[in-house]
């Protein structure tokens, strides 16, 4: 059975930056795309970032392009979400996931295998 867990997230002031991670097991981490979303309160996850399996393709929200930067490790098994100049609005629990698939799709909460079980992120003014 396959497992993402998610860390990193945390309390910071906007303009700050936070780097949340993602360590998978249980199955080939190299073979398949992965990708972060963000539910806020009220409101419905939304994707942020995807990534192909080799790290060769990204795709990034316009909500958080050029703030945002998803990279991983396949060695490492871990994915990273970079995130820089934090807005109030980027306040929302992360939740890493498998997508079952090896290249990015054009709407990733369809492709969802393996969710984490979310690290929250708060942003304050």
């Known amino acids: 059975q396959g497992q993402v867990v998610e860390s990193g997230g945390g309390l910071v002031q906007a303009g700050g930056s936070l780097r949340l991670s993602c360590t998978a097991s249980g199955f080939p981490f190299e073979d398949y795309a992965m990708g972060w979303f963000r539910q806020a309160p009220g409101k419905e996850r939304e994707g942020v970032s995807c990534i192909t399996h080799s790290g060769g393709t990204t795709h990034t929200a316009d909500s958080v392009k050029g703030r945002f930067t998803i990279s991983r490790d396949n060695d490492k098994k871990t994915l990273y979400l970079q995130m820089n100049s934090l807005k109030p609005e980027d306040t929302a629990t992360y939740y890493c996931?498998?997508?079952?698939?090896?290249?990015?799709?054009?709407?990733?909460?369809?492709?969802?295998?393996?969710w984490g079980q979310g690290t929250k992120v708060t942003v304050s003014s």
């Open positions: 996931a498998q997508l079952r698939w090896g290249y990015c799709p054009g709407f990733m909460l369809n492709f969802v295998g393996y």
